[in-house]
Structure formats: C-alpha cells, structure tokens
C-alpha cells in the first residue's frame, strides 16, 4: 500500500490532537474620558480662592503651595488646604517628574479645559451636575466681583498709573439663538487667541512680552451672556 494513502497505518497509531484553547477576550477599553469638566471638578472649583489657584496653577504649569500663596499674597497653609480639596475633586494632579525629592509636593492641572458640559451631554441633565456647575458659576462671578472692586480702588488712589486698563461692558442684544451661538463662538475664540499669545507651546506663561516698554501684567476676564428675566421672573 501507498504510504501516501491517506488511510494508511504504519506504527502505533496517533493521539488526538487537543483542541486549541481560543485567545482569552481583550480586556474592556477604559472609559473614554470625559470631554468636559465633571461634577467632582465643579463641585471643587466652586470657590473664589480655588478658581483664583486653578488660574494661577495653570499660567506657571507646575508650582508648589508656597509659589502660589506668594502669586497670590496669602497664607501658604491656606493654599495647601484648597490644594487639596482641588485634589480630591481631580482638578489638579500631582507633578513628580517636576519634584527635587519625593518630598517635594508639586501640583499640575488635571487638563488644561475645565468647560461644563454641551446641552446634548447625559450630564448636562443631571440635576447634581447641574448644581455643581451654577455653584461654580456664582463662584466665578464672585472671583471677578473682587477684581472689579480692586481694580476701582486703585484707579480711586493711583488716577493716572494705570488709565484705561480695566474695562466693563454691559448691555442687552436682541438675538435669534443662532445669532446667540455665533456670538459666543466669536468670543470664545478671541479669549483663546489673546490667552495663547502670551504663553509657550505647553500654555505656560511667558516672563516677557514682545514689547520690553510694555510688560506683561495679568488681567481677569468673565464673559456672560444670559437670558434678560421676563418680568414675571424678576
């Protein structure tokens, strides 16, 4: 017979070949993170001091407690505390690779956006998420409400130092809600532009300007649009 006839026996005859185990299943990808700031975040931001730290934190890039406490003229114990609670709520992450030692604490931003999330965000309906962000948003208001008086009391006692540097602007705009959107993309997009022109490829602040007779100086902004109350609301 053929030794190449398949049902050919020569010798003892062969053991079953075992069946092959299939591949175990990939792990589960890790939840995408979120594209906005999340309810942890708005609840840890709602201070005037913390929102002040989150600026200050993200203009340097990385900074201890000390280095924000003498940006900001206060107690650097202070600061530490509200590191902290910016910790817990995932706002700021420590900085090792920025540390002498593993002793030396240094914080960065957790990212570098903090916005709330879009209308059509599952969060955005989330009646926690919703009281996290209108908290944050008040604290906004009262951040840029002591520099607006800060600012008034200097021009008050210094009327030529710095003439024109502070500005306030408000009105009423009549507007379709597209209108509405086109005006608060344009808006968004000038404050990135001049927050960029100033800053390195990693959103660190420059020591200098370009001008050596017109320094640097830092200014807050808060932009708003909202709803004029109807006077059953008011």
Not at 29 to 34: F, G, K, T, V, Y
Not at 144 to 151: G, Q
Not at 186 to 208: H, P, Q, S
Not at 212 to 230: C, G, K, V
């Amino acid at each position: 017979m053929s030794s190449t006839d398949p049902s050919a026996s020569t010798g003892a005859p062969h053991a079953p070949v075992p069946p092959v185990a299939p591949d175990p299943p990939a792990p589960p990808e890790p939840p995408a993170a979120p594209e906005h700031a999340t309810r942890e975040q708005l609840r840890a931001m709602a201070h005037p001091l913390r929102i002040s730290l989150t600026e200050a934190l993200g203009r340097r890039g990385t900074a201890r407690a000390a280095d924000l406490a003498a940006d900001l003229g206060i107690p650097p114990n202070s600061v530490s505390y509200h590191l902290r609670t910016l910790a817990r709520g995932g706002v700021v992450v420590e900085a090792p690779e920025a540390a002498r030692d593993r002793r030396d604490r240094v914080w960065k931003l957790a990212t570098d956006d903090f916005r709330t999330a879009p209308a059509n965000d599952p969060a955005a309906t989330d009646p926690a998420y919703l009281d996290a962000s209108r908290a944050t948003s008040l604290a906004m208001f009262d951040w840029m409400r002591s520099a607006w008086i800060a600012e008034m009391a200097h021009h008050q006692e210094n009327p030529l130092t710095r003439p024109g540097d502070g500005s306030l602007f408000g009105t009423t705009v009549r507007l379709t809600r597209a209108q509405a959107r086109e005006l608060v993309g344009t808006v968004d997009e000038a404050i990135v532009r001049f927050k960029d022109m100033n800053r390195d490829a990693e959103g660190v602040d420059l020591e200098n300007g370009q001008d050596p007779d017109d320094p640097l100086e830092t200014f807050q902004l808060l932009f708003a649009l909202a709803h004029a109350p109807r006077p059953s609301e008011s």
